[in-house]
């Protein structure tokens, strides 16, 4: 019995390559996913390890993973008493500052999009790991305001040497500095992960952006010999002021940990839903020729009955073949996972995420995840047909047409009927949960469970499809037409089975368009009803930039008005809020947000106007006293005002620049409203602003319209990365039909010498094979993209009030989408047409 | 034995050749393993004539007909279909040969399973974007007597009645020859009257040229002629035969390979 299961694995290899490469990719999935967010978390352990001391100081609340930023500052009187304790061997106090972009030789920011900028006061720190932070590589130190050091990296991107001069994006006053490069140097643990870092004379970073203050960020401690950082910590907590902290580095290196774990657990679920959804599609395929190799097997099994074999040993026969498979598969899968994880890191650093250092190892715990995977997908595929195989009676080994049993449709019509309603009560729930994790994880499963379900039913579903799609071809094409139509049609299951899977992965790909969509129609419209000055001038990256700029656009001509807007997120009673701050008469003057109760000018330090939602939320009225919990502290605000319903102002609850600055919050700009007087000519304000903003490479000047458009760009490359990771489902999809196809051909090899007998040219061979499979590839897209549809109109309503109220779906788009996948069957067909075409006439009729 | 082929293969005044075959060889496989299927073949099939081949199994008589049907290439020598040398046609224009010139019955499977019953008999001139001439179509369908299981697909026929229906298809596009390779092969001895009865109303009635391939003595005392193979080589010819004649020839023929 080994040695049929041997023999059948040699005999069919080509066939069981393909069905191996649903293992190996969807394998390929998972294990790249898991060896790349592995890899992106030791880089980002090292940052954080490399990057802390034995005992950190700072303002209460700066210290935390998630902390915003920040302008509060330690007084210099605090580095001469923890100077006098005897537990700390160095004491180094430095200064931080945000968003601090060096431009390169090509005058575009370095970096891009992703990772944060920061300007550090030089220091020799040690961190916990025994080196220090920085290293000099080549130059000296920065003395002054005209000098820096650079990251080694950073310079190399930048394409900047020793000795150029450079020029930087900062948030303060000047908003560009012209400075030049005195040193290079190298971060302790190797790669900074793409995040630019400038260093700088400690008293020099203090008059550019503090004020001249002799005040710090925060402060670095090393314990001296025997002294723990618990000892450190408590010595200097018993020197400080009010509202500044101690944290032993240990503590805030495992509280970084937790936090990076989080997102980084994010990421590889987020990645590993698409794994799993490849895995499905790949399932189908492999059902789907394990089916039809027992299918064309079925007298060769008979005959292992009739000659004594168990039920048992055919069942085990098909199954050792799948285990065999699986392990091949999974083996592949992992090699090519890492291969993929490397395309990843090629991805994210698309987005400006450096990994180009970062060790890419293949953990134990992917290997049993991998093997596990793709030998338990293959073994489940496989028994069905495997179960199936071992219900051949004896008696078939004697009959010319072998009839397999197969479930009846209706049993599969009332299985797909419960999943569907189990997968649509699941979706409905999952709206309902609370829990945000969940609630997702409801949802999901109900649309897996609705799609299996619906492609169970399929056979039924597609028949209208299936005729309607006959019946042209038959008007077009004739007899080969008429052919093809009816092979799609001989086993309904299979060419279900092999529509369905490109059904899911399109189902997927259509709920993304219409949600893409949506969101970008949301935006749009959003936008036009927050957007109500002439212009706006905002940060390309979204990071916050200087107020100085907001000064200069005032003493344009021709400039009414220039709205200062910042954001923030804050808490109020426990729940996220973004909070909003501007300067009431301008915001006045340069827009138009309807205030339905009270008046926007009683917006002074202390004073909050709110939107409907959060007074409905938080159950708040006009004159309330509410508290509103900043990382440096609770803030207390009284409700002056409540906003019109239509009035679209990009913040929960607004509050005046002095409540932010108040609040410790760095005095950085997110967005300008801008409004020029009437008398204007908008093009030649247009041009004086563009001209203040010509050195500042990030922030520009933008109509409503083109800012809306900027906006949806974002939303649009956020869907290309959606849509290449469901591209992997879609490929195995495709290879499904190719494989399907060809197993087809196979087994119809004495018809297609029939047909060439009596006349049939290679030609109209090969058109026969490729409407084939167009039909199938035409009814998973049609289905794929109508559930897809259904799935976004859910999805939409659901989430409504998040902010994505408008429903839009891009017909145009899903058509594409429809004639994409009728091309993809003409492809798909290619190699199975073309062996087809070639079969010799005789030996075809000849075959068993 | 030579003297004989040679004036087999000569075209007789009274009747056009059809199709006929010079010196044609076949071999298959290599060096040790090498068969001569067909050894020199000179034969000629006159049009208007039922004609069975006959000969023991190993023969060559398939070889015979799937070279002169256009589905296979000879190793050496000529098939001529009418005036038409196969041989310097390419597949293409062979395959359209095979559409609108020959027909061909096989011994089974001869059926597309998912057309019915009448459109596997359109089917060669459906290929070609044709319709059947009404009438012709009428006459054959009356001639093969299936009116009534026209609607069906194969696999609600019976053999006899699939074997007609093939029959029915191989007749329809008005080919210039048709090949039967044992048609009545696997029938019982009514259906495979039916069938054998059928095509010879097709020679008398319609004139049509046919060739088959036949084990039996009953089937080729339907021909007008009977041609013997032994080896890849005509050995013997009858014309006219009975069940008699044929079986008295065959016992000849197998005490001279005896011997
Ligand atoms: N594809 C092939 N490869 C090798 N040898 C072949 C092939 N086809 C036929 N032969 C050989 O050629 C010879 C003639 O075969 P052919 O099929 O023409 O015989 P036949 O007279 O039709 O026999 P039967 O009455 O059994 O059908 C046989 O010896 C056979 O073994
Ligand atoms: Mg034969």
Redesign the interface.
Same mark, same amino acid.
């Given at each position: 019995m080994r040695k049929v299961t041997l023999r059948n694995l040699v005999a069919h290899k080509v066939r069981l390559f393909l069905s191996a490469f649903a293992i190996v990719l969807g394998v390929a999935f998972v294990s790249g996913s898991f060896i790349f967010t592995d890899a992106m978390g030791s880089a980002f352990s090292g940052i954080i390890s490399g990057s802390t001391a034995d005992v950190e100081i700072a303002p209460e609340g700066a210290n935390e993973f998630d902390s915003a930023p920040d302008g509060r500052t330690i007084p210099d009187s605090v580095v001469a008493d923890l100077e006098q304790l005897d537990e700390a061997a160095e004491v180094d106090p430095w200064n931080q500052v945000q968003a601090m972009y060096v431009v390169g030789e090509d005058g575009k920011v370095v970096g891009g999009n992703g990772p944060p900028s920061f300007a550090f006061t030089d220091t020799d720190t040690r961190a916990l790991t025994g080196r220090k932070i920085t290293t000099y590589v080549a130059g000296d130190r920065p003395t002054g305001t005209g000098e820096i050091a650079m990251d080694v990296a950073t310079a190399e991107k930048g394409d900047h040497q020793v000795g150029d001069t450079v020029q930087l994006v900062t948030p303060g006053d000047p908003p560009t500095l012209e400075v030049e490069l005195v040193g290079l140097v190298e971060f302790g643990e190797g790669s900074l992960g793409g995040a630019t870092l400038t260093l700088w004379d400690g008293q020099a970073l203090q008059e550019l952006f503090f004020d001249g203050e002799r005040a710090w960020s925060g402060i670095s401690l090393t314990a001296a010999e025997g002294v723990s950082q618990q000892q450190l910590r408590d010595a200097a907590a018993e020197v400080l002021p009010e509202g500044v902290t101690a944290r032993t580095g240990d503590d805030m290196v495992e509280d970084n940990e937790e936090g990076l774990q989080k997102i980084l657990g994010f990421l590889n679920t987020f990645l590993l839903v698409f794994a799993t959804v490849a895995m499905v599609v790949g399932t189908y395929l492999i059902i789907n020729t394990f089916s039809i190799l027992v299918a064309q097997r079925s007298r060769e099994l008979a005959l292992l009955r009739a000659i004594g074999a168990s039920r048992r040993q055919v069942n085990r026969s098909v199954l050792t073949e799948a285990l065999v498979i699986g392990i091949v598969g999974s083996t592949l899968g992992l090699g090519i996972g890492f291969l993929l994880a490397q395309g990843l890191r090629a991805l994210f650093g698309t987005i400006g995420l450096d990994l180009s250092t970062a060790e890419f190892s293949i953990e134990p715990r992917t290997v049993l995840v991998s093997y596990l995977v793709g030998i338990g997908v293959t073994m489940v595929a496989a028994y069905l047909p495997a179960r199936r195989a071992s219900r051949i009676p004896p008696v078939a080994a004697m009959r010319d047409?072998v009839a397999l049993p197969e479930a009846s449709l209706r049993r599969r019509l009332i299985i797909g009927t419960v999943l569907l309603v189990a997968g649509i009560g699941l979706m409905i729930a999952g709206f309902q949960v609370e829990n945000g994790t969940t609630g997702l994880t409801m949802i999901g499963v109900g649309m897996l469970s609705i799609l299996v379900g619906v492609s169970l039913m399929s056979p039924v579903i597609g028949r209208p499809l299936v005729a309607l799609l006959g019946a042209t071809y038959r008007r077009t094409f &004739?007899? +080969?037409g =008429? *052919?093809a139509a =009816?092979?799609s049609q /001989?086993n309904p299951r299979r060419t279900a089975a092999t529509a369905s899977a490109l059904m899911i992965g399109l189902a997927l790909v259509s709920l993304m368009s219409v949600l893409g969509a949506s969101a970008s129609a949301s935006t749009d419209k959003a936008l036009k009803a927050a957007i109500t000055s002439q212009f706006i001038v905002s940060n390309v990256v979204g990071s916050p930039f200087s107020p100085n700029i907001a000064e200069q656009i005032r003493d344009v001509d021709g400039i009414e008005a220039v709205a200062q807007f910042r954001q923030a997120p804050a808490e109020v009673k426990r729940s996220r809020v973004f909070v909003g701050a501007s300067d009431p008469d301008d915001l006045a003057a340069a827009s138009d947000f309807p205030v339905a109760v009270g008046s926007m000018t009683d917006l002074a330090e202390g004073a909050a106007i709110i939107t409907p939602e959060a007074a409905e939320e938080q159950d708040l009225a006009i004159g309330d006293e509410f508290q509103m919990n900043f990382p440096s502290g609770p803030v207390d605000l009284t409700v002056v005002g409540v906003f019109g319903v239509n009035a679209s102002v990009p913040a929960n609850y607004l509050v005046s620049l002095d409540t932010f600055e108040q609040a410790g919050l760095a005095p950085l700009d997110s967005f300008l409203f801008v409004e020029k007087t009437e008398a204007a000519d908008a093009d030649a304000v247009r041009a004086d602003v563009d001209e203040i903003l010509k050195d500042l490479p990030t922030v520009t000047l933008q109509d409503p319209g083109e800012f809306a458009e900027q906006q949806k760009e974002q939303i649009d490359f956020f869907l290309n990365i959606i849509y290449a990771l469901l591209g992997l489902a879609v490929i195995i999809a495709i290879l499904g039909i190719v494989n399907t196809l060809a197993l087809s051909v196979i087994e119809r090899t004495?018809?297609i010498g *029939? *047909? /060439?007998? +009596? &006349?049939?040219? /290679?030609r =109209?061979l090969r058109r026969m094979v490729r409407l084939e499979s167009v039909i199938v590839a035409v009814l998973g897209a049609v289905l794929g993209v109508l559930m897809g549809v259904a799935f976004g109109i859910a999805l939409q309503r659901a989430i409504a009030d998040e902010g994505i109220d408008v429903l839009a779906i891009p017909w145009d788009r899903l058509l594409v989408f429809v004639g994409l996948a009728a091309l993809v069957g003409v492809l798909a067909a290619v190699l199975p047409a073309r062996r087809a075409a070639r079969l010799d +006439? *005789?030996r075809a009729?000849s075959t068993e | 034995m030579t003297h004989r082929a040679e004036t087999l293969g000569l075209p007789r005044s009274d009747r056009r050749v059809a199709a006929r075959t010079v010196a044609l060889r076949k071999l298959y496989g290599q060096g040790e393993a090498e068969v001569h299927a067909l050894d020199g073949v000179d034969i000629a099939f006159y049009e208007g004539e039922f004609t069975a081949v006959m000969g023991a199994s190993g023969s060559g008589k398939s070889t015979l007909m799937h070279c002169m049907a256009a589905l296979d290439s000879p190793t050496d020598g000529r098939v001529f279909l009418g005036d038409t040398d196969l041989s310097s046609l390419k597949d293409k224009q062979l395959t359209e040969l095979r559409r609108d010139k020959i027909g061909f019955v096989f011994q089974s499977f001869n059926l597309v399973p998912t057309l019915t019953a009448k459109e596997n008999i359109e089917l060669p001139l459906s290929i070609a974007g044709r319709r059947p001439d009404p009438t012709w179509f009428d006459t054959v369908i009356d001639t093969v007597n299936l009116r009534d299981r026209l609607g069906h697909r194969p696999n609600e026929l019976s053999g006899g009645q699939q074997q007609r229906v093939a029959c029915a298809r191989a007749l329809m596009s008005r080919p210039e020859i048709v090949f039967a390779d044992e048609p009545t092969g696997n029938l019982d001895s009514t259906s495979g009257a039916e069938v054998l009865s059928l095509l010879r109303r097709s020679v008398d009635e319609h004139g049509q040229t046919i060739v088959m391939v036949t084990h039996d003595p009953v089937a080729a005392a339907y021909t007008d002629r009977v041609v013997f193979l032994a080896d890849g080589l005509v050995v013997d010819e009858l014309r006219n035969p009975t069940r008699e004649s044929v079986l008295e020839e065959m016992g000849e023929l197998t005490a001279r390979a005896m011997a």
């Open positions: 047409d &004739g007899t +080969v =008429q *052919l =009816q092979n /001989r004495r018809e *029939l *047909l /060439r007998a +009596v &006349g049939l040219s /290679r =109209q +006439v *005789l009729i | -």
